[in-house]
């Protein structure tokens, strides 16, 4: 009796164990599939692409990067070739990642329709960092600034906009220059503005020959007058309006490799190369 009670109870249970077995493995198989998709996000090779920009990208063997062409010296072009500030970086950057670029022509007004619609995985064109866009693009770390910086004679003892006190100070007409040194004038730093030039370049000229104490410019008019020809020196940078670099929403795998190429870059001296080649 008691060995046919053992044997019914063994039909019973054996039934669960085989549930209990094939619901085990299904749990295992869920815990690997979550550790190779972690694997792939971080970036292991061969895991799981979670980024589809960049898989695109890879597949393709090229990286789309949409460009304002005009707007000098980021981009121009010359016979049939794009030439540039960004044109140089984004070759660059795309190296680094193990793709070409391949540029895309864009209005300034279209970049980042151009970026939502999927025609392009990058935008290089002297773009502004816009927070305020941020829900239909990420940006990568700055690569350069295009604020206002202040302008003096090499061997002047100016130092910062501190010792403008009794200087004379030229600015371009209606520029952002004109507006910045308006407000510090007003708020007490005690110099005179000359808002006679039509545009920055001619104020630098009047600075380089000793009618002014200083100015106030952009700092592509900047650094193109100072490399011009010597006798002239940046001694501060008053505003940042960093330059930066524009991906799809989805395309976090691709700004870390951006961001890393970046680095990269501009610890081996390739931004100041830039500015030496393109802004003079």
Request: hydrophobic share 50%; net charge negative; aromatic share 8%.
């Given at each position: 009796m008691r060995g046919e009670q053992e044997s019914l109870d063994e039909r019973m249970?054996?039934?669960?164990?085989?549930?209990?077995?094939?619901f085990d493995l299904v749990a295992v198989g869920v815990?690997?599939?979550?550790?190779?998709?972690?694997?792939g996000s971080a970036?292991?090779?061969g895991g799981a692409a979670l980024d589809p920009i960049l898989a695109a990208a890879r597949a393709r063997g090229a990286l789309r990067v949409a460009v304002d062409v005009g707007?000098?010296?980021?981009?121009?072009?010359?016979?049939?070739?794009?030439?540039?500030?960004?044109?140089?970086l984004a070759q660059?950057?795309?190296?680094?990642?193990?793709?070409?670029?391949?540029?895309?022509?864009?209005?300034?007004?279209?970049?980042?329709?151009?970026l939502e619609s999927g025609q392009v995985d990058l935008i290089a064109s002297a773009l502004l960092y816009a927070p305020e866009q941020g829900f239909r693009a990420r940006f990568s770390s700055f690569y350069f600034n295009a604020g206002q910086v202040l302008v003096v004679p090499a061997d002047s003892p100016i130092a910062g906009p501190g010792d403008l006190a009794q200087r004379m100070v030229g600015v371009a007409l209606g520029s952002d220059a004109d507006a910045l040194a308006q407000r510090m004038s007003g708020?007490?730093?005690?110099?005179t503005v000359r808002a006679s030039y039509d545009e920055p370049a001619l104020a630098l000229a009047e600075l380089r020959a000793g009618r002014l104490d200083a100015v106030i410019a952009d700092n592509v008019a900047a650094l193109t007058a100072v490399q011009a020809a010597p006798g002239l020196r940046i001694a501060a940078a008053l505003t940042t309006e960093p330059f930066v670099l524009g991906l799809p929403r989805p395309a976090f795998q691709l700004e870390a490799e951006v961001n890393r190429a970046l680095a990269e870059l501009r610890a081996e001296g390739f931004m100041a190369q830039l500015n030496r080649k393109w802004l003079r």
């Amino acid at each position: 009796m008691r060995g046919e009670q053992e044997s019914l109870d063994e039909r019973m249970i054996s039934p669960l164990h085989k549930y209990h077995f094939l619901f085990d493995l299904v749990a295992v198989g869920v815990l690997v599939l979550y550790g190779l998709l972690a694997w792939g996000s971080a970036g292991g090779q061969g895991g799981a692409a979670l980024d589809p920009i960049l898989a695109a990208a890879r597949a393709r063997g090229a990286l789309r990067v949409a460009v304002d062409v005009g707007f000098r010296p980021f981009a121009d072009q010359v016979g049939g070739d794009l030439v540039g500030y960004d044109i140089d970086l984004a070759q660059a950057v795309a190296a680094r990642i193990g793709l070409r670029a391949e540029f895309v022509p864009t209005g300034f007004d279209a970049l980042y329709a151009t970026l939502e619609s999927g025609q392009v995985d990058l935008i290089a064109s002297a773009l502004l960092y816009a927070p305020e866009q941020g829900f239909r693009a990420r940006f990568s770390s700055f690569y350069f600034n295009a604020g206002q910086v202040l302008v003096v004679p090499a061997d002047s003892p100016i130092a910062g906009p501190g010792d403008l006190a009794q200087r004379m100070v030229g600015v371009a007409l209606g520029s952002d220059a004109d507006a910045l040194a308006q407000r510090m004038s007003g708020a007490g730093a005690g110099f005179t503005v000359r808002a006679s030039y039509d545009e920055p370049a001619l104020a630098l000229a009047e600075l380089r020959a000793g009618r002014l104490d200083a100015v106030i410019a952009d700092n592509v008019a900047a650094l193109t007058a100072v490399q011009a020809a010597p006798g002239l020196r940046i001694a501060a940078a008053l505003t940042t309006e960093p330059f930066v670099l524009g991906l799809p929403r989805p395309a976090f795998q691709l700004e870390a490799e951006v961001n890393r190429a970046l680095a990269e870059l501009r610890a081996e001296g390739f931004m100041a190369q830039l500015n030496r080649k393109w802004l003079r």
